[in-house]
């Protein structure tokens, strides 16, 4: 008797490449210990650098005028309220010797968790990775970014990432949860109500230079998730258009055996309520396999790392 295959529908497809997707985020390939180790550096490199920030705020506004600012205002009201919490600073090296005022080198230094990304990042890119784990956790894409990089203007794009903000506290202004919890570790007493570019702050050479490597070691550690991401999305758009080739659930099975995807037929069922294949599963699975090489070369993760502490290493 012949045995009657069983076709694929757009459930059991989307099963499947979720099945895929979720071995391929948990195999260790070189992108992923690089990006797990960059969030560990990471960490670090933000309470250095927010401890060299306290100690340029502080010399700037001392915490005995703050103080004194906050006794007069509860005292006489709205009309000392000068003091206010602030997580962005406009740092200013005071070391070099320009004549000219405006060479003097001086920059934005951001803590918050939306703080403006250079090139092709976003201000919640920094978000998604960091908070990578808790997203997931809770259902949503934190890799939704990197998917979505050529349809910026979706809707779909949108209404992800708005899910994304309200999980974190930082939906239409909102600070709340994560994000207010963020900005509470991260935030300093400053004296004047002016925008933090009219309010410059002096600090030396040295501790200038230790802020710069903490922007660049933030921009370092968002690359470091988008390479991961962008090699994971790179596969799974090869594996999504055979998959929508593919007629039956037997040539999706062997394509995910051959990936080193364990997948029981019957269990896959359980949940899931013609064109010509140009994606033979055998060659697909061998493309794949071969830009997925699980790399165990310490000496490559080694180099990364000593790469990223050179960033964020504060003299």
Known sequence: MTQTKTRLNSDLRKKM???I??????????????????????????????????????RAYPTDDVATLNAFKKKYGNACDVVAKDSCFYFANTDTNQKNQNDIDAEHFDFKLDATMSGRFNSIDFSLAYFRDELKGNGLNP????????KQSSPYLTQELDKVKKFLGMYQGDTSGISGEWKDRYSLDVIGTSYCRSRTIPCS????EQMRAFKNARQS?????????EAIHKDMQDITN??????????AIELASRLGVNVNENELQKTVGVSLTIYQPENLANLILSRRIKQ?????IAQFKKARQSQVSVN
């Open 17 to 19: 490449g979720g099945l």
């Open 21 to 58: 997707q979720s071995f391929f985020e948990t195999q260790k390939t070189s992108e992923l210990e690089n990006f797990k180790s960059a969030k560990e550096d990471m960490t670090v490199a933000y309470d250095r650098a927010f401890k060299t920030a306290t100690k340029i705020v502080q």
């Open 242 to 251: 055979a998959l929508k080739d593919y007629k039956y659930i037997s040539d």
């Open 221 to 229: 550690f968002v690359q470091s998730h988008y390479t991961w991401g």
């Open 205 to 208: 050479s040295n501790e200038y």
């Open 143 to 150: 890799e939704i970014n990197i998917q979505q990089q050529e």
């Open 296 to 300: 165990d070369n310490k000496s490559v």
